[in-house]
């Protein structure tokens, strides 16, 4: 980026050994770690996981997805970017260029009969509606929100409260 001092690069460096990260190896208390699995394996409903930058959101959902991945399930990504390629899951790249958005490639991934659906992150609201629907006609659905709470960013997206507290797994 040009700045009045001369150009700024910020780089985040990602450790691909990672990719085999299981949900033992993020560091939560054993308690923690059950109650996530025990979530991950709903047959249906929306996982999001909030946070800021460099906070773990996308560790934490390449977790789940390594936690789901038993070649059974067909499980199905829209990202920007890829971060971590995993054998045996269908991993898309949005790339708005050509009109690949989250939303749009979610409504494509919808269409390839998925048992779950992982957007890297919900950005706007028509992602959010669609990520929510999905959740409720039987699909499990992993996301990240890009925020400090929860609540704070479902006000931004204006997700109904009502659908959001109907797809969340309990």
Known sequence: MPSAWGERVVLRLLDKNQARLTLERLGLSLELTAQLR?????PHGIFLVTG????????????????????????????????YMIEGIGQTQVNTRVG???????????????????VGEIRDTETAEIAVQASLTGHLVLSTLHTNTAVGRSRVCRIWAWSLSCSLPV
């Open 38 to 42: 025990q979530l991950l394996h709903k």
């Open 52 to 83: 800021p930058t460099g906070s773990g959101k996308s560790t934490t959902l390449y977790a789940g997805l390594q936690e789901l991945n038993n070649h059974s399930r067909n499980i199905l990504t829209v990202e920007d970017p890829i971060e």
């Open 100 to 118: 690949m958005t989250f939303a749009r490639g979610l409504r494509a991934i919808l269409r390839q009969d998925p048992d779950v659906v992982m």
